[in-house]
């Protein structure tokens, strides 16, 4: 299969809103933890000013082969993406990132002041999870389905190996600058690669899970899990 038509597509901080209480949880803390909430108050205008949104997406047909899932970057064997997308003969491939100068400023502040290194950090990361919600809900409106959650190379038994392949069949360098290292980090960092399953059969048990409100049923263990 190959990929008919990718979309890219940019904005900029004034068109994503990040969560405080997002930031805040990526830096271990607590809403009302007030020390957090002023260095969390010291840091984001810096870190606004640094980020770049940039994302491309592309809508593809979905094979199933028992436990395999047929995407445009190959046959992935993973019982879990194959759940996930069970009801869905479409998907959105989506790639997303907040680009390099929030690692730039990550870097700087690591030797110079750790405790602001740890809030861009915790900044840049809440940044790019707002970003593809924002994607998400924009996506579901083109759709006008339930979409699924994103799910992620590395989540379950989707092996993270699938990444370079999945990135190359977008594009991402070219389009959003998003490569891999040597050793399979995704550059920029602050990136998010994801299949989200278009639901054309629709279900109580599918419709619970969006882009906003996937952790509560999410099987991967995460130290970032949302809480209530």
Not at 13 to 19: K, M, Q, R
Not at 54 to 82: H, I, N, T
Request: charged share 20%.
């Amino acid at each position: 299969m190959q990929l008919q038509t990718i979309h890219t597509v940019y904005a900029t901080s004034a068109d994503v809103a990040i969560n405080p209480a997002e930031a805040l949880r990526y830096m271990g803390a607590h809403k009302d933890d007030a020390p957090a909430r002023r260095l969390f108050e010291e840091c984001i205008e810096k870190a606004s000013a640094a980020f770049s949104y940039r994302a491309c997406f592309s809508c593809c047909p979905v094979f199933f082969e028992k436990d395999s899932v047929c995407l445009p970057f190959g046959e992935v064997g993973s019982a879990d993406l194959s759940r996930h997308l069970s009801g869905c003969s479409q998907v959105y491939l989506l790639a997303a990132t907040v680009g390099f100068s929030i690692d730039r400023l990550i870097s700087k502040y690591s030797a110079l002041q750790p405790s602001h290194a740890l809030a861009y950090q915790a900044i840049g990361a809440a940044a790019i999870e707002a970003w593809c919600d924002q994607l998400c809900a924009f996506l579901k409106e083109q759709a006008g389905v339930p979409l699924t959650s994103r799910f992620s190379p590395g989540y379950g038994d989707f092996p993270l190996s699938y990444q370079r392949d999945f990135l190359s069949a977008l594009d991402t360098q070219r389009r959003i600058g998003l490569t891999l290292s040597e050793g399979g980090l995704m550059l920029p960092t602050k990136s998010v690669s994801a299949i989200i399953g278009i639901q054309s059969i629709f279900s109580a048990q599918t419709s619970l899970s969006s882009c906003k409100e996937g952790c509560a049923n999410c099987t991967k263990q995460c130290a970032f899990r949302k809480r209530d």
